[in-house]
């Protein structure tokens, strides 16, 4: 819906009140424009569900000492980093 706002602003140019920018959306457009973004985020979220594991960052980058993991599948997060006693 902000995007359509939006979208209408810049197309616009000049100043405009929310009322008129609602004037130029019908409700079957809003309505298409929502049904879309659902549907792609419900594929995004799909997509995000079937991964396992993903590496979010090594530190420090030169000389790794530790990773944080995300497991997308249990939803939990860990934190790894090698002992100060080893070598």
């Given at each position: ?22 004037a ?32 979010i ?31």
């Open positions: 819906m902000y995007a359509l706002l939006l979208v209408a602003l810049l197309e616009h140019g000049e100043p405009m009140t929310l009322v008129d920018v609602a130029r959306f019908e409700v079957a457009l809003v309505e298409q424009h929502r049904a879309e973004w659902e549907k792609k985020r419900a594929a995004h979220g799909a997509e995000l569900a079937s991964l396992s594991r993903a590496l960052v090594a530190f420090p980058p030169a000389r790794p000492q530790g990773v944080a993991l995300l497991d997308v599948g249990e939803h939990d997060n860990a934190t790894l980093r090698q002992s100060s006693t080893n070598t």
